[in-house]
């Protein structure tokens, strides 16, 4: 199983992004999903998360201008970043946990997609 993420990149303060990631592999369901990000320097930090059930959680400082969403049929999480300011600057990670089974389930994260907000 594998975490694939798209849609990182360069953009100017008050731009837009959206950013993918898909589970690839069989699996009997994904079950929270999230994205974290890490800027130079700094700790990893939780920016949005969402249950299977499409409950979604944020961190203060993207509240009204980032929305987590999920497409349960195809195991893909997306994050609609707007106006975008150079502190979201990071490197962006997607992470989910996965069922494999009544017994069996874990943790992945994906291989991070750089997003750069220029002022």
């Known amino acids: 199983v594998q975490l694939v993420e798209s849609g990182g990149g360069l953009v100017q303060a008050g731009g837009s992004l959206r950013l993918s990631c898909a589970v690839s592999g069989t699996i009997l369901r994904a079950n929270v999903m999230g994205w974290y990000r890490q800027a130079p320097g700094k700790q990893r930090e939780l920016v949005a998360a969402i249950t299977s059930g499409g409950s979604t959680n944020y961190t203060d400082s993207v509240k009204g201008r980032f929305t987590i969403s999920r497409d349960n049929a195809k195991n893909t999480v997306y994050l609609q970043m707007n106006s975008l300011k150079p502190e979201d600057t990071a490197v962006y990670y997607c992470?989910?946990?996965?069922?494999?089974?009544?017994?069996?389930?874990?943790?992945?994260w994906g291989q991070g997609t750089q997003v750069t907000v220029s002022s």
């Open positions: 992470n989910a946990g996965v069922r494999f089974s009544i017994y069996h389930a874990s943790e992945y």
